[in-house]
């Protein structure tokens, strides 16, 4: 879907050069457009700040969710591992939460799209700048970095390297606190001076508090500040425990029943004339434990050879060629792979809209050589490169309605 581009100022509708054509030819795509891509420019994570920021009169700032009605103060509750599936799925468990669904009586809530990858640090970005994978250059998990040829771990930042280099794009909070708008974050203290906070979610002034309960209780003073507030607060231990004890396990859905009573105590407590909003960066399904659900890169031959580095999360994999066997990898992959995973080149993927309507050039060569994304319960492991990954039950990070769609719900006072 297109994506209307921002104004010139900032930076953030300059043109993006065509990628060169690759020397070799491509095989005819197999299952590339069947792929269902993120709702860029009309309902996907990226647009939800800015839709928020021109209702109040944020310069710049495009409304693409014509839904959302303006308010003078906005709170944004980001949940990390929230799926629109798993939180409709467990009525009982969130009934707060499940009364803000279209479905229930006087529910305004709706699904949107994380963007592609499902993966936190990319959705986090997403949301932070208002722009699409593609555009702010956090396409994945882990990377390649063009200029040291090494991966490179965009949720712990590792190896380090200077951020607005990486991410050179503002702030929607940094703009926001620029046109006069109060701008805070309400998080864990141990964010504040992350570089994924600083190119994400920086701007305005930043509140580290410990538990969910006094994040809920700042986020609401923090509201009342300004005439025009634009907040944002979240929680990251439900992401946690669905990783290692999956999205069915009684610990993930008492982490549910926890974050639910979080989001009414801050709702009961809104300012007059405030929105709430409650979303998550990805959803999240479980992969069993066996040989045809978890495949070893490690101890599979055929998709090592041609391989220069492993890249992405095992529902979303960027593979790196070796010089000259891009063709190849990509060819194999396919047969290999055969209908569980949606298997690209770099060039499919960005014309098919993965990353967005358009990838800046500083970006393209972050992306892999041949991308997969997995569209079945099943996972391409790395047990001996990526033991702890290797080992998590509940996954994200592809295109599939339980990872993709997260919720978009709201309060107003």
């Known amino acids: 879907m297109s994506h209307p581009s921002p104004p010139a100022a900032h930076d953030r509708g300059r043109s993006t050069p065509t990628p060169p054509e690759p020397a070799w030819d491509h095989p005819e795509p197999l299952a590339v457009d069947s792929a269902p891509v993120p709702e860029y420019g ?27 009605t303006p308010a003078d103060r906005t709170c944004v509750f980001l949940i990390d591992g929230l799926g629109w599936e798993q939180l409709r799925a467990h009525p009982e468990d969130a009934p707060f939460m499940t009364s803000l669904l279209a479905t229930s009586r006087g529910g305004t809530g709706r699904p949107i799209t994380a963007g592609y990858p499902a993966t936190t640090a990319t959705s986090l970005a997403s949301v932070g700048t208002g722009l699409p ?35 050179p794009h503002p702030t929607v909070f940094q703009l926001a606190a620029a046109a006069g708008v109060h701008a805070a974050q309400v998080t864990s203290p141990t964010f504040e001076t992350t570089p994924l906070t600083k190119v994400a979610l920086s701007g305005g002034t930043f509140h580290g508090r410990l538990t969910g309960e006094e994040r809920m209780d700042l986020a609401a003073e923090q509201l009342a500040v300004g005439d025009r507030s634009l907040v944002y607060t979240y929680y990251s231990e439900l992401d946690g425990s669905g990783h290692r004890f999956g999205v069915d396990s009684d610990t993930w859905r008492g982490q549910l029943a ?3 009573r979080l989001v009414q105590r801050l709702a ?17 399904l479980d992969v069993p434990f066996d040989e045809q659900h978890r495949i070893d890169f490690d101890e599979d031959w055929e998709l090592r050879a041609g391989v220069a580095l492993l890249g992405g999360e095992g529902r979303a994999r960027h593979v790196y060629a070796l010089p000259g066997a891009e063709n190849d990898v990509l060819i194999c992959w396919r047969e290999v792979l055969g209908e569980q995973f949606w298997v690209a080149s770099r060039d499919e993927a960005i014309a098919a809209g993965w990353f967005g309507p358009q990838v800046d050039a500083r970006v393209y060569d972050r992306i892999g050589d041949v991308i997969a ?41």
């Open 42 to 68: 009309t309902g996907s994570l990226a647009d939800l700040l800015p839709t928020l920021a021109a209702g109040m009169g944020v310069p710049g700032m495009i409304a693409t969710i014509p839904e959302l």
């Open 133 to 167: 994978p593609g555009a702010h250059g956090l396409p994945g998990y882990t990377v390649r970095d063009p200029a040291t040829g090494e991966l490179m771990n965009q949720l712990r930042w590792q190896p380090w390297t200077e951020p607005r280099a990486w991410q």
């Open 258 to 260: 926890h974050v639910d």
């Open 268 to 284: 009961e407590q809104l300012p007059p004339h405030s929105a709430l909003y409650v979303t998550a960066d990805h959803g999240m």
């Open 373 to 413: 994304a997995a569209r079945d319960d099943v996972l391409i492991i790395a047990s001996e490169r990526e033991p702890k990954e290797s080992s998590m039950v509940g996954n994200h990070g592809s295109m599939t309605p339980a990872e993709q769609l997260v919720p978009l719900l709201e309060v107003r006072s």
